[in-house]
């Protein structure tokens, strides 16, 4: 707990670890009826209550969303309005895009009818030049989600219309503009104009719009209803203040102690969250594990050998590990998704049941019968540390003495692990779509891929996904899951969700496999 | 972190006043907390060293069926996060946390007592440069400090607190600055630096060993703010990470992590920190205790009343010895009764080894208007004699046998309310250092005026008006100039007129006046004792004189008892005394006297000095410096017997001192 | 007088000077800067060419005397520059900081100093076994981990008697009842160690006075112990003991580190951790700017306060 960096520490850190943590979902869809955000918890029809308080461990860096990053996403999604809007359900609904789809095959072009009459806080209009602008906005501004749209055109067809047409095949531009990954939110064209105090101050389409005068940066936000939102009877509150408490413990006991209704809580205080009676929900979101980073050999000779990278998930013991570190918080798993993520195949979990004697064998017939020293580097948070730890005793009794780093600073740790410094490092990773997660985790050129493991059959796969749809694409992300965890380029350990505690006096917290982040905006006064 | 106080300053302005006794050690051996906790440190050091050879447990081995277990037979301490044995990771725990505090405080005191000892024994130039450079450091926030140590050196500990170190080290910087200064212009140090030893030499063989007790005292200090900068760094997750093996520091931070789900962990954890602080904490007050000494009987706190089975066992005691003295009252005097009545006075004061008498059967009376004094060496009782007679005993010092009958009243009563009653309105008192006895902070004519109005109904400006009367009546020739003064704007002189005016505030029948020239100009004495003679005259007040000048005594006094070793050896008026002593010491001091002397002859002085109450020999106390003495003198108490009207001698060989005069 | 005024400003300059200029070149030493934390967070991962264009954007490629000249320049007028992070100005950033963390520390001060005097004094005219005591109960409260005690003691005030906020901090002038609840658990944690210090050293200054001459004098002189204490004892000791607040003070500047992350306030000693993490130059340099500003002013403080209690230095 109490790490005075969390701060800093989770900016930086889950930023880096969890490129990207959302976005389950049924992929490129835009065949749902428009519905509005809020309109489907029935309640809340044109209720107001007072003050709805939250609280989070995770203070956020900028509220600009080109430059916010995903943990930010509360701050951004109450006053920025997304194109497309992620129910909590998991469907994708209207947003300021009244409608969306692609154009031909191949998943390069993409288009957007938008809304007509939406103002955003400040009175402009929403028109489709401020949609490219903004997405063009996004490009420059380099930030986590720049990549994904880096490339493509932006133009707008009609005033309402707006055409992106991809520099590469991109079949996740529906789930790339949601609130999930923050850049779905559209800024005025006056908020473009002076970009340097977006840092501080909001200027969306969302039903709130941040009161600087009630606010302290890093310490709490105050949000008050947007005059201009195009679904007023939606806005369910006078008031929205976001508190951040960056002690874990703290956060909890804010929520206990009733001066706050809703927090976004840390598997270290789950447990205690349930017996304090509070609400809690959590679905799974990120796998935790080792990236087995030197597949080459180049640094550790003995990863180069898929034996020996497959003896050491042989090697592991994850019931017990779960059992002792996760109980309630998480599954075993031996895959890079989630349970019901993309390409999750509940074939697969069954791959590497802990077994002794097979791991030897291999190492062995890879001829590293009397075992080796591998160098790994752990951060602390996540418990990853203390998982590290629990891996050097199981690792010991296949032979292989696992010397660990310990990296507190998570800007060290992520120098250490991202830049190739080790053969192997811990990692949390949340699940994202195939296409998105490639970039970021196992493509020749993705951080999680520091020493560049090139593989053509996986390449081919990941490409063949980037222009797929439907079926055939769902297929594809399991064929690269399976292929990933048959070439055992990771040892993934537990999956464990992102926990949300709530008081009785609010309702709506809801979280599902497809949408595991809470979404703010949806929380209503209870009863 | 609580605030990093880093200087755990005891010894603030003021080097220690007395010198250490020779072995703290020993001493340190009678106090039971300090030696348990030197103890327990001790055998932290062993722990530390001995690493896995004495832990029940392999620390590392972990065991996933069974984490956060609770206290158990097997694991007594109960079980961390993967199952591991809490008491063991302590054991092991305590190597990196006592190495970081080593490393702290090896920096700390090299550079603490090398910069101090230079400061303090250069002086000058060099001596302000450090206090500049070592005010400099102080006004670095230490944790921006820390932080930015930590920034170049991310995990590393023992930068972390090598900084701490030399942070903290200006407050020893200060303390050992203070004790060189003080050591270095004490007379035998000096004398070392004239005789040609050489600096280092000094400093090896006359400053360091006096600087030990000192030094353990802000080292045990600060050593326990290293504990807890240390664990707090780690708790912070800034330092020691947990996969290097186990520290407190991080064992602390792994059972805050799970308190929600285990509270137990912070008890073991944060117990050891505590305990250990506590250990260093108290082990430093010890040494404190031992060497620079603390002033615990202050002259404020009301005397307590001893338990009756106490003081009943201690007046029987003093009884006897009372009897064995013959009570030494003297058994003739006019037939008006005194003002004052000393009878079988005994005192005594506590040490380390229990009450120690350090007077003993002390009686004399002193009429209306009369002027007695009380003469003999330092150190034969006579400041304690007189001070008991306003019942201002330092120390904890204690009336435990005898009475003081003032004008029909007993200001012996252990209560002291009597004689409180009697302090500054009927009885006053001017001491022997006019200057310290001057409150340093408030002018001249307030610190008057208060007692003015504490002794009569007087309003504001009455009592100042008298205060400028009183000013004016002890002669000084600017009343309304000194009024405004502070005692440090006085001159020696100045300050015994206005401590003598401060005495007559309450216009008191009797002044008692311990040594109250010694401190003064040999002109400026003259002075002052006119003006005591003076007042005498004018207010009729009598006075107790205490001195070891027998010109005083001869000029103001019309009786004089004579003290040795805690006894009245002689009383006689003055004249008697000079013509015709009765006993060999006063035949000795008188032989001393200066004032005596022919000119041109030598000097003889007393062979031997005063033995200490502890060395107190049996029978005359007098009897290893007497030229008379015989074995008889050793034999048992000698009485005090009249030798004369109104002379009485405590010898059994008054007769061989007559023969041989 | 004046003479001393120029010469506090004069030393006051340079230590701002030094303590700057080592904030510089030691944030410069550390592995890793602004630019690398700023694209981690943002990318997770980054080209050279990003890298080192990021760092002309943040002006970290220039050398360290001229950016330090740039902040100094920026300085003298009036601005300490932006957050490199989110854009805020760091003067309104540190502004809006400073005055939980005052609230919190000046609360600490004024309970510390009055219970620890009050404490101090009684046990140093007892002795004995309240003197004893105090001692262990100081020592205790030295002793006790302060993260440890707002842990314990949010678990039984907040949580289970709900008697005050676990977290937060009220500005004075949006609710003073709300303000005062919340400053009681932080200050709490913050005051026991206070206490113990202030205790232990007003008990160790007020020894040592009672045992002074003067003070037998003015007893002998037949004042009360009531004046004797409060007004002539005390007015002595306390001259120590102001310089020892003054030293608390500046501790608890940057003391208050954990007591602000458990509590959730939003003061100067989260910043420091959060900017020093984050190697972001114009903020560090902020708060140590700021810490100095005050450590010079309370230095200052003392002094006057000094000289106004001791006569003979203000003589002099
Ligand atoms: S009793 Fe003996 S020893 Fe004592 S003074 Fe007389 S002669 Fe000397």
Known sequence: ?????????????????????????????????????????????????????????????????????????????????????????????????ASWSYTGTGNTTFVLHLRSGVKFSDGSALTAQTVVDDLKYVVASKGQMAPFLAGDTFTATDPLTVTITAGAPNPNFPQLLTQDYVVGGMVSKAGLAAPTGLGTSTAGAGPYMLDAGQSVTGDHYTYVPNPNYYDAKSVSWHKVVIRVVSDVQSVLSTVQTGQADVAQGDPQTQVAAKQAGLTVASSPLLWSGVVLADRDGKLAKPLGDVRVRQALNYGTDRTSIVNALFKGLGEPTNQMTVPDGYGYDAQLNSTYPYDVNKAKELLTAAGYGSGFQLKIVTPDYQQLNILAQALKQQWQKIGVDLQITDDADANKYAAAAFGGAFPAFMTSFGAIPVWMEGPSLFMPTAAFNPLHTADANLTKLYNQEAVSSGAAQAALDQQIEGYLVHQAWFVPVVTTGLPYYARNTVSGISTSATEPLLDLYEVQPAG | MTAIITSPETVQETGPAAPAPGRPWRGLLRQPLGLLSAGYLLLLVVVAAAGTLLTPRDPEADDLAHTLSGPSGAHWLGTDRLGRDVFSRLMVGSRPTLLGVAEAVLVFVVLGVALGMVAGFAGGRTDRLIARLGDLVLAVPGIIALLMVLAVFPDNNAAAMIAFGLISSPSLLRVVRAVTMAVRNELYVKAARLSGLSTPAILRRHILPRLAGPVIVQVSLFAASAVLAETALSFLGLATPETQGPSWGNMVGEAASVISVDPWLLVPTGGMLVVTVLALGLLGDTVHDLTVGRARGSAVRPVRRPRPAVRTAVAVAAADVAAAVADGAPTEQGAAAPLLSVRGLTIAFPSPEGEVTVVRGVGFDVARGECVGIVGESGCGKTVTARSLVGLLPGGGRVVAGSVAFDGRDLADPAGREVARLRGSRIGLISQEPMSGLDPSFRVGSQLAEVVRRHHRLTRRQSRARALELLALVELPDPASVARSHPHELSGGMAQRVSIALALAGEPDLLIADEPTTALDVTVQAEILNLLRSLRVRTGMAVVLVTHDWGVLADLCERAVVMYAGEVVEQAPVSDLYHAPRHPYTLALLAANPHLAAVGQELPAIPGTVPPPSAWPAGCHFQPRCGYATEECGAGAIPLVTVAGGHQARCIHVDRLEAAR | MVREAIRWLLSSLVLLFVVTVLTFVLVAMAPGDAAKAILNARSGGYTPQQYQEMRRMLGLDQSLPVQYWHWLDHLLHGSMGTDLFNGQSVTQALGSRIGPSLSVIVATLVVSGLVGVALGIVSALRGGVLGRLVDVVSLGGLAIPNFWLALVLVELFAVRLAAFPATGYTPFGTDPVQWLRGLVLPVLTLSAGAVAFIAKQTRDAMSDVLSQEFVTMLRARGLSTRSVVLKHALRNAAIPVVTLLGLLLVSLLGGTVVVEDIFAIPGLGQQAMTASASHDLPMIEGVAFLFTVVVVVTNLVVDVSYRLLNPKVRAS
């Not at chain 1, 930086?12 to 835009?30: E, P």
């Not at chain 1, 995770?58 to 497309?84: C, G, M, R």
């Open chain 1, 1 to 97: 707990m109490v790490r005075s960096l969390t701060t800093t520490r989770r900016q930086a850190l889950i930023a880096v670890a969890t490129a990207a943590v959302l976005g389950l979902a049924a992929c490129s869809s835009s065949a749902k009826p428009p519905t509005q955000s809020g309109t489907g918890s029935g309640s809340a029809g044109g209720r107001v209550g007072g003050t709805l308080t939250v609280v989070t461990d995770v203070s956020p860096q900028t509220l600009d969303p080109a430059k916010a990053v995903q943990n930010d996403a509360w701050f951004t999604e109450l006053a920025y309005e997304p194109l497309i809007v992620r129910h909590s359900d998991g469907t994708l609904v209207p947003g300021l895009a």
